[in-house]
């Protein structure tokens, strides 16, 4: 079998599996719950502002976050 779709069918398999091991992970103990918990909200902050950055660079029209335009220095 090629190399490429040993890898694809080998990436999926794990994809599968991750939730799984995410569970036993975080159920371990209340300290590993709070680290994935924090963690997770972590990277949700973080593809959040990349998404609005991105949306923005393409021109797709957003609210104004903190001071308006209104309230240049100039």
Known sequence: ????????????????????????????????????????VFITAAVGVFGYALAGALGIPLPNLGSGAENRIE
């Open 1 to 40: 079998m090629n190399a490429f779709v040993e890898f694809v069918l080998r990436l999926l398999g794990d994809v599968l599996q991750m939730p799984i091991l995410l569970g036993e992970v975080a159920l371990r103990d209340p300290l590993s719950t709070i680290i994935v918990a924090v963690g997770t």
